[in-house]
């Protein structure tokens, strides 16, 4: 059965229990009060694989970034930092190993690497307190998928059995695993939320989504942390987000209909959204909400706007084209190119939609990262700001991406002498956050309180040389 006696001690260690009801499908709950910056879960997952550009920079068995890294001599695709990463990776590798030495030069995807680890695993039958009969009791919903998704998922459950090898292993069997991940795999982040990897982790898979979520996923190197956003209370639900949750009610909606077959009905997606995230700009300054396909009221002066439907899409379908492009541009020629050709779309879009509106925040996210790439920090602080003003309506203020968008103005005014004391308030407000989701013993805080000490100095010698 699925609660074995190791699990059963994992659970209560943790202080956390499975409740299941029709309503809300399998989920966790908390079983004594938690408060904000505590860490309510810990776990390994069953399986994880890297992303190929991680592959390059990371240990592919305890994720961790390195400047050192030793090839493995056979495939030549993995890397570890240390002789006993590779020892204790070596299990799972070995039938790995001789199936991408068989298929080269071609390389799988992340998706068919985890599908061999998986059966691999299972086949040695490595236990510890996350064993195959937890990957057995997620829901696969295989049902819910459409025509066009299951022969898309078909193809590559038949690439996987080539390249796995196992001439037991049903094709059936696969597919079934690949419905499984689609809904219950997480995606392995940095520091900084930058997804390097992939990772089946059943325990927390069981954990709810919220559009509003009182708990955040933080990983070190493929260990991922739980970590309590807000107080919860003894037999309360523990909630993460599934998503981005920078997207209008209808578009968050739909994505996790489309990906996770529910529809949510969390707190935030049954109240009203602030108008102005999806509103057009009035000469008045006002926010103009949609009231039909072409047009648009304004919510201060009354006035009806005409929604210039065409050109929108003609700007949208621009920046688009551009994103997909940015990450084959390397020299520095090409980013102040794409640089100016997404000030234009940005430039325009400006004149119709108000400044909140959450595809402007698209094009000044990715403006605001040109900007850093290319040092040109007057605009990167002019865009971080912009940012930060949108992020307050979408995000709540204890959320990390909010925390981490202030630790970037902080080190933006803090570029410029006469800005400490803007620098130092803004470090205070990532503090505030990132000493819930990431722990203040994290590196990264640590690095932040440094920060903030540096400039309490600073501003003490400036007050005492005046």
Known sequence: SYQTENFEVHMRTQAIQINETAEKGRFLITTRDRKPGDTILVSDPYVAVLSPEAILIRC????????????????????????????????LHKPECQALCRIQPNVPTETILLLGRLFAKRRLQITGSENWSEVEFLQSYEAKFSEKQKQSMLGLAILAKEFIGDPTLQLEEILHNICKFKCNNFKISDDELRPFGLGLYPTPALINHSCNPNCFALFRGKTVHIRCLEEIKAGEQITISYIELAMTTKKRKKQLKNHFFFDCDCKTCSTAEDASLVSYKCICNGAAQPQEKEKAVCQKCGQVKEIPQEQLRNL????????????????????????????????????????????????????????????????????CKQTIMTYQKVYKPSWPLFGLQWFMLGKLYNLQEDRLEKAHDAFMHAFRILSRSHGEGHPLVIGLLTLIQECQSQQSFKALTF
């Open 60 to 91: 592919d068995e305890c994720f961790e970034e390195s400047s050192i890294l030793s090839r493995c001599s056979s495939c030549k695709l993995v890397k570890y930092c240390s002789k006993t990463c590779q020892r204790n990776a070596w299990p």
């Open 316 to 383: 949208r379908k621009k920046q688009k084209d551009l994103q997909k492009k940015l990450k084959e541009y390397t020299s520095e020629e090409e980013k102040r190119e794409a640089s100016k050709k997404l000030y234009s779309i940005y430039s325009s879009l400006s004149e119709f939609l108000h400044p909140q509106n959450l595809d402007l925040l698209t094009t000044t996210s990715l403006l605001f990262r040109l900007s850093v790439d290319l040092q040109n920090w007057p605009s990167a602080l002019c865009y």
